[in-house]
């Protein structure tokens, strides 16, 4: 039996055949360009699952048990509709019913963190733990709860909203309309944007150096790597960051105990090391909850992918 899953993300749709050992046989993906017409995208949508189902060899109607679908926002499960997702600026969309005017075997759809977080607990870094968290850190923040195996949406499906959560009262502005979220202060776009100000400030520093006195080109590598290279602002800047993150994970492991938190995205992986500073800073702080593992997430973000494989009733 193969399954089809797919990751609608605000920039690119990515779909991938899967087999019975979720193991991803076939890949495809195509821009989103999510200013486009709704109708127009999931047309796209559905051209792509069923040339990701060839690509496999595949017939869509008779192979492929099913496809699931990650999207950014918050999803009611059981009506198929799209609360609302702030990047794609939608509210009460029948996604499931638009879908299935091009797609005609069963269809199901789920937040995309939701979707990486069952496939981390059943496959990946929080495998064998019945009370877990996922964490993405990268543009955005955004999270699953997975509470006695199985996703916890709360009662209106938008659990897990971390970056949302306020840790500065009045703080930065975030791209959700509030002010100080968490992920004003600890998302990838935060750290660029502290960086620039370092720079701009110390024209002395290893940062305004690596980006030839242009700010513009300031991403969340230059930071890191100006540190690794011993400037004093640049490892405040990192430091800083981390302590944020820190911060934000200490409050989720505060309110929900999880034997568990993984933590997914680019810069974890590629900056060795960092897990231990942020682990290291939420030990200290956590009220007597010692025993929650920090881990860094295994899969990355075919994570949604699997994930969404993994949908049913």
Same mark, same amino acid.
């Given at each position: 039996?193969?399954? *089809?899953?797919?990751?609608?993300?605000? &920039?690119?749709?990515?779909?991938?055949?899967?087999?019975?050992?979720?193991?991803?046989?076939?890949?495809?993906?195509?821009?989103?360009?999510?200013?486009?017409?709704?109708?127009? *995208?999931? +047309?796209?949508?559905?051209?792509?699952?069923?040339?990701?189902?060839?690509?496999?060899?595949?017939?869509?109607?008779?192979?492929?048990?099913?496809?699931?679908?990650?999207?950014?926002? =918050?999803?009611?499960?059981?009506?198929?509709?799209?609360?609302?997702?702030?990047?794609?600026?939608?509210?009460?969309?029948?996604?499931?019913?638009?879908?299935?005017?091009?797609?005609?075997?069963?269809?199901?759809?789920?937040?995309? +963190?939701?979707?990486?977080?069952?496939?981390?607990?059943?496959?990946?870094?929080?495998?064998?733990?019945?009370?877990?968290?996922?964490?993405?850190?990268?543009?955005?923040?955004?999270?699953?709860?997975?509470?006695?195996?199985?996703?916890?949406?709360?009662?209106?499906?938008?659990?897990?909203?971390?970056?949302?959560?306020?840790?500065?009262?009045?703080?930065?502005? /975030?791209? /959700?309309?509030?002010?100080? /979220?968490?992920?004003?202060?600890? =998302?990838?776009?935060?750290?660029?944007?502290?960086?620039?100000?370092?720079?701009?400030?110390?024209?002395?520093?290893?940062?305004?150096?690596?980006?030839?006195?242009?700010?513009?080109?300031?991403?969340?590598?230059?930071?890191?790597?100006? +540190?690794?290279?011993?400037?004093?602002?640049?490892?405040?800047?990192?430091?800083?960051?981390?302590?944020?993150? +820190?911060?934000?994970?200490?409050?989720? *492991?505060?309110?929900?105990?999880?034997?568990?938190?993984?933590?997914?995205?680019?810069?974890?992986?590629?900056?060795?090391?960092?897990?231990?500073?942020? =682990?290291?800073?939420?030990?200290?702080? &956590?009220?007597?909850?010692?025993?929650?593992?920090?881990?860094?997430?295994?899969?990355?973000?075919?994570?949604?992918?699997?994930?969404?494989?993994?949908?049913?009733?």
């Amino acid at each position: 039996m193969f399954y *089809i899953g797919v990751n609608f993300d605000i &920039t690119n749709i990515s779909a991938a055949v899967v087999d019975e050992n979720r193991n991803i046989i076939a890949k495809e993906s195509v821009p989103t360009l999510r200013h486009r017409k709704l109708e127009v *995208i999931i +047309a796209d949508m559905a051209a792509l699952v069923e040339k990701t189902a060839k690509k496999a060899g595949l017939d869509l109607e008779k192979d492929i048990n099913h496809v699931g679908i990650g999207c950014y926002g =918050s999803i009611n499960r059981k009506t198929g509709v799209l609360v609302y997702s702030s990047y794609f600026g939608l509210r009460n969309i029948p996604l499931i019913d638009e879908i299935k005017k091009f797609i005609k075997i069963p269809v199901f759809i789920e937040n995309d +963190a939701n979707c990486y977080a069952l496939a981390e607990s059943r496959m990946g870094a929080t495998k064998g733990l019945k009370n877990s968290v996922l964490v993405t850190i990268g543009t955005a923040i955004s999270g699953g709860i997975i509470v006695r195996g199985e996703i916890y949406h709360g009662a209106f499906y938008g659990a897990g909203e971390f970056g949302h959560h306020v840790v500065v009262l009045d703080g930065e502005k /975030c791209e /959700c309309g509030r002010n100080g /979220c968490w992920a004003a202060y600890a =998302s990838s776009t935060a750290l660029v944007r502290d960086a620039r100000i370092a720079a701009i400030r110390h024209p002395e520093s290893k940062m305004f150096e690596m980006v030839n006195g242009d700010v513009r080109l300031m991403s969340y590598k230059i930071p890191f790597e100006a +540190a690794m290279e011993d400037d004093v602002y640049a490892k405040d800047i990192v430091y800083k960051y981390a302590r944020y993150i +820190a911060l934000g994970l200490i409050n989720i *492991i505060n309110i929900l105990q999880p034997d568990a938190i993984a933590i997914g995205g680019k810069m974890f992986r590629k900056n060795e090391g960092f897990l231990d500073v942020v =682990s290291k800073l939420v030990s200290d702080k &956590t009220f007597g909850q010692k025993d929650t593992k920090i881990l860094l997430a295994e899969m990355d973000y075919d994570g949604v992918l699997i994930g969404a494989s993994m949908l049913e009733k």
